[in-house]
């Protein structure tokens, strides 16, 4: 497996004070032709995240829009989304699109936090929350931190990867952040199977955003990671299932990592992976957590 890198797609400009810097966790929904409208989470000058957009042209590589204020922000205070909005993926239930998202929240004196919520994608690509109370938040499962969600339909089931902190500190100064499962009959009610990815410490035990996309060969994840050697920026790793619940840690074939200079020369990370015209690209971000934008590359011999 190797992804070839396209390049830099979009790098971020101060469009607007809820989109003063960063371009992160892109999310591409196909509008027309080769069209298609990517979301990402930007951030003001206090580093909370909102959400923007780009219309890029595929195949052209170039981007045709840029929108002037952001479609969501982040919420207020108390809110579980005060500190910003992390998109993850859509998926839809009777016709009704929805946008998950991961809440931020940095209460005073202690540890940040985060909960999945959820958004309405309307029909004119309008965005707005569809609870003030978060779809899955913290509970026996998740004690402490939940993150990034992503959901594929299979069949009648709807199947959920999301973050889950186990440990703030695993012992050798990095968290234990790792990839849970949840399954749901209806695509609202969530019903949590704990631990799907194996992990490994001191080698990959900080994960984030998986994106999944499954073909005749199985189920196929991407997501960021890190492994608690000091200065060890996120990579992008890789596993792979014949079951959504029995996965191979394969970070090895991730098929893609940091360039020797430039944009995405010091991390990798947030990855978006989705199929157009045959071909399977990946939208991610590169150095500064999306601070340097995002990038496109397409899989070699899929």
């Given amino acids: 497996m190797h992804w070839q890198k396209l390049g830099q797609l979009y790098s971020p400009l101060p469009i607007h004070p809820k989109l003063a810097s960063h371009a992160a966790n892109p999310l591409a929904l196909l509008l027309e032709g080769d069209i298609y409208r990517v979301f990402f ?3 003001d000058v206090q580093n909370r995240s909102s959400i923007g957009f780009v219309d ?25 989304y005060s500190h910003g909005v992390s998109i993850g993926n859509w998926y839809e239930v009777e016709g009704q699109r929805y946008i998950l998202f991961m809440g931020w929240q940095c209460s005073p004196g202690k540890h940040w936090r985060g909960d999945i919520g959820r958004l309405r994608l309307n029909d004119d690509f309008s965005i707005e929350l569809d609870s003030a109370e978060p779809l899955m938040g913290s509970d026996d499962t998740d004690r402490f931190s939940l993150s990034y969600p992503w959901v594929v339909r299979e069949n009648e089931l709807y199947l959920m990867w999301y973050g889950s902190t186990l440990a703030w500190d695993a012992g050798n100064g990095e968290m234990l952040h790792v990839i849970n499962f949840a399954t749901s009959a209806d695509g609202h009610q969530w019903h949590r199977l704990g631990l799907s990815i194996p992990y490994k410490l001191g080698v990959a035990q900080a994960f984030s955003r998986p994106t999944v996309v499954s073909d ?18 996120y990579r992008i790793g890789y596993a792979h299932s014949t079951l959504e619940k029995r996965w191979k840690l394969q970070l090895a074939d991730a098929g893609i990592d940091v360039s020797q200079t430039g944009w995405d020369s010091e991390m990798i990370e947030y990855p978006f992976v989705f199929d157009h015209k045959s071909q399977r690209f990946m939208l991610y971000n590169g150095n500064g957590y999306g601070k340097t934008g995002f990038g496109l590359a397409v899989l070699e011999n899929k």
Avoid: L, T
């Avoid at 195949?59 to 809110?79: A, D, I, L, Q, Y």
């Avoid at 005749?216 to 200065?231: E, L, N, V």
């Fill in 41 to 43: 989470s930007g951030r």
């Fill in 56 to 80: 890029i042209d595929i195949h052209k590589r170039e981007v045709v829009f840029v929108c002037e204020k952001p479609v969501f922000e982040h919420g207020s205070e108390n809110s579980f």
């Fill in 216 to 233: 005749q060969a199985g189920y196929h994840m991407w997501f960021s990671y890190r492994g608690g050697k000091p200065g060890r920026e």
